[in-house]
């Protein structure tokens, strides 16, 4: 929603209440006379389902007095939507597509520590995998435990001597059907684990932040 | 099979045996150990550690008793300390554990920690202990 008519600054910060999120427009309409038409810029953003968004960005110049204008809008708009369905799957959609997989190798007769792992471990192991495919975090790996568990490791780019990642988070599906995340810093050595009531995308968000960020969410 | 040999010497390293899964660079993940005693192979028992491997593995991740963490409590209050502990095995004379005890509280092997969230903590207090030894994506023993 982009206000009109009146504003006499050239840019607008619009507030969505509902999201809290902040949207620059640039300037309102102007009527320009020399061209006897009228400027403003548009600013496309497509998204594909299920996918990390893909943004394409387009300033449409129409000519209100133009039928040519027009015309060239409608074929813009029509190329970029073209564009959109006929892009490949983003990066994590794939990744999420592969976590799937990767469960399902883990969960086939005589996978490592297969008859360890109940199956509720793997339905709530799917639920994360459910979450991930809509969050923006791919987990590094997903492995099956000695302990009858499902973890998915989320690592940070910091690395420590030894080439490990500094940070870690891990989301451990047990099989007393029980999600539980864990934070870790193998610098400072500190830890943070809580039970995850449904909230899985909550979940992913703090891990995310973690794992790229300073590590303030292992103390305490 | 042998008689209990404790204590074990602070310096006498354990074996622990570890998949590729198991290893982030040249650390330990805490899901690859166990709660609330991680099994281990003595060296003063078993001297070649590539024979500590279980099939499937392929790497040793290898600690010494010194080097266990320090004792850890729960936000409950439950106090918990990282013992090694002698356990010789009818099949498996070097056998020992990593347990994690309860003070003046006997050792029971399927004890559940207070708490999921705090048995993770333990386990990811005692993986930052260990070294990898035997590499399971590259095995030949480190120098």
């Known amino acids: ?220 | 099979m042998r008689a209990v040999d404790e204590p074990i010497p602070t310096d006498e390293q354990l074996y622990r045996s570890i998949a590729e899964q198991d290893v982030d660079g040249e650390a330990l993940d805490p899901t690859a150990l166990d709660v609330p005693g991680t099994s281990v192979a003595r060296s003063k028992y078993q001297p070649v550690p590539t024979q500590a491997i279980h099939p499937g593995d392929g790497g040793i991740a290898v600690i010494v008793p010194r080097d266990l963490p320090s004792p850890m409590v729960s936000s409950g209050g439950a106090r918990y300390e990282f013992v090694a502990s002698d356990d010789p095995l009818e099949d498996n004379d070097s056998h020992a554990e990593i347990r994690m005890n309860r003070p003046g509280k006997p050792y029971k092997s399927n004890h559940k920690v207070a708490s999921k969230e705090f048995e993770l903590q333990l386990r990811a207090a005692l993986a930052l202990r260990f070294r990898i030894l035997i590499d399971p994506r590259n095995p030949k023993p480190a120098a």
């Open chain 1, 1 to 220: 929603m982009m206000s009109s008519g009146a504003a006499t600054d050239d840019r607008h910060y619009l507030n969505a209440p509902q999201t809290g999120a902040s949207v620059r427009a640039r300037p309102t309409p102007q009527r320009d006379q020399r061209e006897g038409g009228r400027h403003q810029a548009i600013f496309v953003k497509y998204t594909t389902r299920g996918a990390r968004p893909v943004a394409l960005y387009g300033a449409i110049h129409v000519g209100l007095t133009s039928a040519a204008g027009l015309a060239s809008a409608a074929l813009v708009l029509g190329v970029g939507a073209l564009a959109a369905l006929l892009a490949p799957p983003p990066a994590q959609h794939r990744a999420a597509n592969a976590l799937s997989g990767a469960l399902a190798t883990l969960r086939a007769p005589g996978a490592r520590h297969r008859a360890k792992v109940a199956d509720i471990a793997f339905q709530s192991a799917e639920r994360v995998v459910a979450a991930i495919k809509a969050a923006e975090l791919v987990p590094e790996r997903v492995v099956t435990t000695s302990q009858g568990e499902v973890a998915f490791y989320f690592r940070g780019q910091e690395r420590t001597a030894g080439g490990a990642s500094r940070r870690y988070g891990t989301i451990v599906c047990d099989s007393d059907g029980d999600t539980t995340v864990l934070l870790a810093d193998r610098v400072s050595a500190e830890s943070k684990a809580w039970r995850i009531d449904g909230r899985l995308s909550e979940a992913l968000a703090i891990i995310g932040d973690f794992v790229d960020g300073d590590g303030e969410n292992a103390s305490g």
